[in-house]
């Protein structure tokens, strides 16, 4: 059995589908609540593969909100994913994807130290974070989009925001060694990050924000923001293709530009129906197919039977492990998500 530990991406958005969830008496509370809320198991579900194979998954609610974050309510963050581990495991699940901030959440606030969760001993490699096939599933989203609106990758600038991030990182990484992209541009706050990944691909400018956008002809969002923040389109190159791949979204704008093309970054689409009401809740175009390529990863596992935390830690995603878990994702059915 394979698990996906979720959260919602807001305080509004949680109060919405509070029903839906299955606790309607959690749909008028304030931040306080939900900090107090434990985890819980709302959706249980079977997933066929391309081949013909069958897996059972079920669904923990972390009741993490990103609010927590932007109001310091530290403690009760770092409590919702524990206790969502926690749930976890004890209900026998073999391999769980730490979806959104939850790994986020594990990796900035050392959690590895806090095996111990009242009488449950976390076993790490249960656990996944679901990056490689996120940075995977990012990177083709990249050559197959730009070859779609006919952007040429070799005449092509790319910035790549939250470039020093574990997603981030790998997908340079890929766009690096596997494409023939001109001109990759490094987007992060900490400097000295920035720098030691410049140092490791060779290559690469280290820009601002503000400097870097009206220079990209695709641009990938793969920060680490609680709250998206809003871009002019005007300033941007046309044709330019956008992949937000920030959950909740890095991007707070809604553009409507025939010129600027948006794709739902690290999503994937199944081959098959799936029985699970979950990515209703979640906003997904098409529900019974779409879901987020980390969730996708703790499915793959389970199929492939690599019970192992093969995403953890920090900057450890290498493209070789993007093209294993990548060749999975192929042959069980899966697609990145291409419509804008
Ligand atoms: P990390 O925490 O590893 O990296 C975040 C990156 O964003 C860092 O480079 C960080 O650098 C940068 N960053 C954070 N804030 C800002 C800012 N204000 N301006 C510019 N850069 C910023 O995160 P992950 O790589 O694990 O995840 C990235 C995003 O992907 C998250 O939104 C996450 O929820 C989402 N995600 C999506 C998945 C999917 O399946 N679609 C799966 C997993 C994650 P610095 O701090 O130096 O600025």
Redesign the pocket.
């Known amino acids: 059995m394979f698990g996906l530990i979720g959260h919602l991406t807001s305080l509004e958005h949680a109060q919405s589908v509070a029903d839906a969830l299955g606790y309607p008496e959690y749909a008028n509370q304030g931040l306080d609540f939900w900090c107090s809320a434990p985890p819980q198991i709302v959706d249980h579900f079977h997933v066929t593969s391309v081949t013909g194979q069958t897996i059972e998954g079920k669904y923990v609610e972390s009741c993490f909100l990103p609010e927590m974050l932007m109001n310091r309510r530290i403690k009760a963050a770092i409590r919702k994913i524990l206790n969502a581990m926690a749930l976890a495991q004890k209900n026998s699940i073999n391999i769980t994807a730490l979806?959104?901030?939850s790994?986020?959440i594990f990796?900035?606030f050392n959690l590895k130290d806090n095996k111990q969760v009242r009488n449950v001993s976390l076993e790490f490699d249960r656990f996944t974070?679901?990056?490689t096939?996120?940075a995977y599933?990012i990177c083709r989203q990249v050559e197959q989009g730009s070859a779609k609106l006919g952007i040429d990758l070799s005449k092509a600038t790319i910035a790549v925001?939250?470039?020093?991030?574990?997603?981030?990182?790998g997908v340079c990484r890929w766009l690096d060694r596997n494409t023939n992209t001109q001109e990759l541009l490094l987007?992060?706050?900490?400097q000295e990050?920035?720098k030691r990944l410049q140092d490791e691909l060779g290559r690469g400018k280290i820009m601002g924000?503000e400097e870097a956008l009206p220079e990209a002809d695709v641009i990938v969002w793969?920060?680490?923001?609680p709250k998206g923040?809003e871009i002019n389109p005007e300033t941007l190159k046309k044709p330019c293709l956008i992949i937000d791949?920030?959950?909740?979204k890095?991007l707070d704008t809604k553009i409507k530009h025939s010129d600027v093309h948006i794709l739902k970054?690290?999503?994937v689409e199944h081959s098959l129906d799936i029985d699970w009401k979950i990515m209703e809740i979640v906003s997904m175009d098409i529900p019974s197919r779409q879901m987020?390529?980390?969730?996708?990863e703790a499915i793959l596992l389970e199929f492939e039977q690599w019970h192992t935390n093969f995403s953890w830690g920090?900057?450890q995603i290498t493209v070789t492990k993007m093209e294993q878990i990548g060749t999975a994702s192929v042959k069980h059915g899966f697609q990145p998500l291409l419509n804008w």
């Open positions: 979806g959104g901030f790994s986020i990796e900035e974070t679901g990056n096939h996120t599933v925001c939250g470039a020093t991030g574990d997603i981030g990182s987007i992060a706050r900490n990050r920035l924000l793969v920060a680490s923001m923040v791949g920030g959950y909740p890095n970054g690290g999503i987020f390529a980390c969730f996708a920090r900057n």
